[in-house]
Structure formats: C-alpha cells, structure tokens
T-cell receptor
Framework: NAGVTQTPKFRVLKTGQSMTLLCAQDMNHEYMYWYRQDPGMGLRLIHYSVGEGTTAKGEVPDGYNVSRLKKQNFLLGLESAAPSQTSVYFC??????????????FGSGTRLTVV | KQEVTQIPAALSVPEGENLVLNCSFTDSAIYNLQWFRQDPGKGLTSLLLIQSSQREQTSGRLNASLDKSSGRSTLYIAASQPGDSATYLCAVRLITSGSRLTFGEGTQLTVNP
C-alpha cells in the first residue's frame, strides 16, 4: 500500500546511545517532516525538508539531526539520547505548496523510550 | 505565533448521537485546515481537508466547516458509533510558515454503546 513507512516501530535506548529513525514514502512527495508527540504538548515539529538534499529546523530541533539524501527517505538521528527524548515520533510527507489543496500523510509512528 | 485550540478536550456520548468538535486558530492567513483521527497507539489518519477558499467538506457521516475570518472550524459527526471513538486533531497550514502544520491538542471522543 502506498504511504509513509517508519522503522523501527519500537525502541528502547540507554542514555547516551545513538540511533537513527528511518522514514520512507512512495508518493513522490516533495516535503517530509518529523514530529514528536508528547502528552499535554501535542504534536511538535522537529525538522522538515522541502526537497532532496535540503533540511530545516522546526519548533524543537535540539538534540536531533536529519538527512534527506534521497527524495523518498528522511532520516532522524539522535546522537546522544536523553530521557527527555522519550516520545512517539511521527514522520509525514506532503506535496509542495503549489499543491496546497493536498494534505499531509503520516506514518504509524515510532515509540522511543530512553532509560 | 499561531495557536490552535480544540474544545472540548474530551467528550463522551451515547451511540447514535450527533456531535460537534470545535477548533479555533488565531492566524487566519492559512492555506488549508486538516482534520485527523488518531486511535490509541496508532498514527494519524486524514479525515478531511478544507482549502482556505472552501466553506465545508463532507465525507460520509463527517462534515467539516471552515470560517476563516473568525478563525474557526467544526467537525460534525452524524449518528455516532462506538467505532468513532478516537482522538480527533485539527491542524492548520499557515501561509507564513510555508508547508508546516500547527496542531491542536485534540479532542478525545468516546462513543458508548
């Protein structure tokens, strides 16, 4: 099925460990996003990309890095995980602004726990 | 800064009831507004998208309206069913923030059989 695929679905990290979350979309969307969702805080944008090779900071970028080497993939990296990064991470994609009548498509999420 | 507010935060209704969920936003310069559904432990499923030039969109038992000038949107669910139980999120795509969405915190809906 076409859509946004996130891997892994669950992960437990120890403080200080690093990991990469992978997001892949097969809809040829130009824009991709990483959000985190926390109780009482809603969904907050971490980083986003408006095209292959480009990235930009969102609302809460500290402690994360991203890369978009291929149009269909958007990677989110945690270099040194902290308990404050325990959250559910969602990737999303959308067409560019010229197609603003199109909405976002979300992945099913990655539940990350940092102990 | 754009703020998106959803009222109520939680709602419990008996099966069969018609209901309205509310979303308000402070900056009316939007491209569109999107309603999502989120089941516990799951991702977000898009329900309806209303462009800034539109007044409403309908899909099955769902109807979403948009009043951009007053900064309000409503999601109307007709003849509610237990399977409608979920958290409903609205999000706006601001002209000044490019492609980014700003989300409300959601309304948690429970439909009791």
């Amino acid at each position: 099925n076409a859509g946004v695929t996130q891997t892994p679905k669950f992960r437990v990290l120890k403080t200080g460990q690093s990991m990469t979350l992978l997001c892949a979309q097969d809809m040829n969307h130009e824009y991709m996003y990483w959000y985190r969702q926390d109780p009482g805080m809603g969904l907050r944008l971490i980083h986003y990309s408006v095209g292959e090779g480009t990235t930009a900071k969102g609302e809460v970028p500290d402690g994360y890095n991203v890369s978009r080497l291929k149009k269909q993939n958007f990677l989110l990296g945690l270099e040194s995980a902290a308990p404050s990064q325990t959250s559910v991470y969602f990737c999303a994609s959308s067409r560019n602004l010229a197609g603003s009548n199109y909405g976002y498509t979300f992945g099913s999420g990655t539940r990350l726990t940092v102990v | 800064k754009q703020e998106v507010t959803q009222i109520p935060a939680a709602l419990s209704v008996p099966e069969g009831e018609n209901l309205v969920l509310n979303c308000s936003f402070t900056d009316s310069a939007i491209y569109n507004l999107q309603w999502f559904r989120q089941d516990p432990g799951k991702g977000l499923t898009s329900l309806l998208l209303i462009q800034s030039s539109q007044r409403e969109q309908t899909s099955g038992r769902l109807n979403a309206s948009l009043d951009k000038s007053s900064g309000r949107s409503t999601l109307y669910i007709a003849a509610s069913q237990p399977g409608d139980s979920a958290t409903y999120l609205c999000a706006v795509r601001l002209i000044t923030s490019g492609s980014r969405l700003t989300f409300g915190e959601g309304t948690q809906l429970t439909v009791n059989p």
